[in-house]
C-alpha cells in the first residue's frame, strides 16, 4: 500500500463528491501548455539514450495534469524541458500560445518567471544560511515583492509570517519547507507551476497536506499545475487528468476517471494493480 493510499480517499466512479479536489474548482480554460511530438536524446551514436520520445499534450489553465512513471520512465526530463531546464532535441513547447523552445536570454528568463517549479528536495534549493524572509525576498530581482505579498504568498500555503519569517530552512519541517517553495513561487505569479516528485520525500500526513494546498491554489489564484509523481494514488487524486510515462514514451493518457476504472495499457494497469484501494474501487464499481 503507497502512503498516499494511506490518508486519501480516492474518487469512486459513482460518487460525485468523491472526485479529486481539483475537480472542484471549475471548468479548465484555454489551452495554457502545448508540447508536440517532443523527443530527448542524451549521447550519441551507439550510446545514445531516448529520454522522451516523441510526447504530445496539452495543459488548459486552471487544469491540474498529473505525468505518472516508474522511475527512469522520463517524466522528470520531460519536466525540465518543459521548464526549458534543458533544450529539447526535436519537437516543440509553447505557453500562452508563445513557441519557448528555442528561446534564450531575456525570453528565456521571462519563461522562468511564468513557469515556475516545485522540486522534490526543498532543503537543497534554499540556501541555508538565509532567513526565510531573506530566501522569498530575493524574487524581487525578478518581480517587485512587498512584505503583504510575503503574507498572502504563505497565506494560500497554510503559513503564517510570524512562524516561519525569521527561521532558517533546518528549523523548518518538511512540510513547512515545501510550503515555503510553493510560496516563493507564487511571489512571482507564475502562469504554470510544475511539481516535480514535490511531495516524495514526505511522510504520509505531509503528502496530504501538500496535495490538498496544490488543489486549493488552483480554484484561489487559478492555477495551473502539472504534477508529476511515481505514485499513481497521489496522480488520480489530484488531477482533472492523468498521463502515463514509460519508457519515454506517453502510453495512456485520459481523465482520471478513464485511466482508473478503463485503462486501456498493461502498464498502467500494473500500476494500478499496486494500489489496493483503487483497486477494490474498480472492483465495486464493475
Sequence with gaps: MSAADEIIDLPSAADDEGLPPALAGGEPGEVLLEAKRVTKVFGHGHSAVRAVEDVSFDLRT????????????????????????????????????????????????DHWRSAQAVFQDPF????????????????????????????????????????????????????QRQRVMIARALLLKPKLLVADEATSMLDASLRANILNVLSDLRSEVGLTVLFITHDIGQACYIADRVLVMSNGMLVEQGSTDEVIFNPTHPYTKRLLADVPKLHQGRTEAG
Design 124 to 175: 537543497a534549493s534554499f540556501n541555508q544560511f538565509f532567513t526565510v524572509r531573506r530566501l522569498l525576498m530575493r524574487s524581487s530581482r525578478l518581480r517587485a515583492v512587498s512584505d503583504i505579498d510575503l503574507e498572502k504568498a504563505l497565506g494560500h500555503v497554510g503559513l503564517k509570517p510570524d512562524d516561519v519569517l525569521e527561521k532558517f530552512p533546518h528549523q523548518l519541517s518538511g512540510g
Design 62 to 109: 486552471r487544469e491540474v495534469v498529473a505525468i505518472v512513471g516508474e522511475s527512469g520512465s522520463g517524466k522528470s526530463t520531460l519536466a525540465r524541458l518543459v521548464l526549458r531546464l534543458m533544450p529539447v532535441t526535436s519537437g516543440t513547447i509553447s505557453l500562452a500560445g508563445k513557441d519557448v523552445t528555442s528561446i534564450r536570454g531575456s525570453e528565456l528568463r
